[in-house]
């Protein structure tokens, strides 16, 4: 281990500089499945790598290429992928959300107290953490807020993405990535997910709107921004819950695609606004209707 450790890291004397770098290795076994399984028992020898402020693909992926002709010499194998996991979950990170009851507004019950509707979104995060075909839809409104933040901020939202939903099947049943619950008048919410994001390397420290917004953002390390990511997709996933369980999630919805529809029947500027408004008014979101 000692000699792979200090192979992976003699190329990465920034990384190792700022206090990172390859911290283990393990190997693990995975066994032939069944009859039909076209390979044999395969190894798998991971590096674990501490990356700091980067995403830290480029120096996994380095690392990993130059230790497979050493770990194939060890080993007596024939080393085939040689390549990072998006599933980084020794990288995690957890946000807390609290939302007393006064600030519930539930327009369903005519504006009354909002321990109903707290109770209501309790509910619905328990159908989505019991239920994977619910699970899937709660997960994706998560995901709108937090691949929105990721795209602001210059990360790779896919990576991220895939490895937060490897995550919320880790017990091997897919389930919810934010669970909601009433505790002492009020609502809330807790979430744990990876998050391998990076304030050094790739397109942050270049692209100009990146930059723009990690200065609004204030954002100056990669845990603050695996802190700020996540507690916008926990918000995200407040928003659909409150919508979904108080008027429905349809009537949010055509209220947005009511400016669609109105720009398709030829309204121009500030009729854009007036016949979107009219025609979801009339709960009546049709071509036809906004052409009238």
Not at 69 to 86: E, F, H, K
Not at 98 to 118: C, I, N, T
Request: with cysteine.
């Amino acid at each position: 281990e000692a000699e792979l450790l200090a192979l992976a890291n003699a190329k990465h004397h920034a990384l190792v500089g700022a206090g990172g770098g390859a911290r283990a290795i393990e190997v693990r076994r995975l066994p032939r499945l069944a009859d039909d399984d076209p390979c044999g028992d395969m190894l798998i020898v991971e590096v674990v790598v501490d990356v700091r402020d980067a995403m830290g693909a480029n120096a996994v992926n380095s690392m990993c290429e130059r230790l497979a002709p050493r770990v194939a010499d060890l080993t007596g194998g024939r080393v085939n992928l040689r390549i990072l996991s998006n599933l980084t979950d020794r990288r995690l990170v957890t946000v807390e959300g609290r939302v007393p009851f006064a600030h519930l507004v539930d327009k369903a019950q005519g504006g009354k107290s909002g321990e109903s509707l707290a109770r209501r979104i309790e509910e619905a995060s328990v159908f989505a953490e019991r239920d994977p075909y619910r699970a899937a839809t709660h997960n994706k409104g998560i995901m709108n807020g937090i691949d929105a933040a990721l795209l602001a901020l210059g990360q790779d939202f896919r990576a991220i993405e895939a490895g937060c939903h490897a995550y919320a099947a880790r017990s091997g049943r897919y389930t919810a990535m934010a669970s909601w619950r009433v505790e002492n008048d009020c609502l809330v919410g807790r979430m744990t997910l990876p998050m391998a994001v990076g304030t050094v390397g790739g397109i942050v420290k270049v692209h100009p709107v990146v930059q723009i917004n990690r200065r609004i953002s204030r954002i100056e390390s990669a845990r603050e921004m695996a802190c700020v990511v996540a507690a916008v997709g926990l918000a995200q996933n407040l928003g659909a819950l409150r919508a979904l369980s108080a008027e429905g999630i349809q009537s949010g919805h055509m209220r947005l695609h009511a400016r669609n529809v109105a720009v398709e029947a030829g309204a121009h500027a500030d009729e854009v606004a007036e016949v979107a408004r009219l025609i979801a008014d009339a709960g009546d979101v049709h071509l036809d209707a906004a052409k009238r």
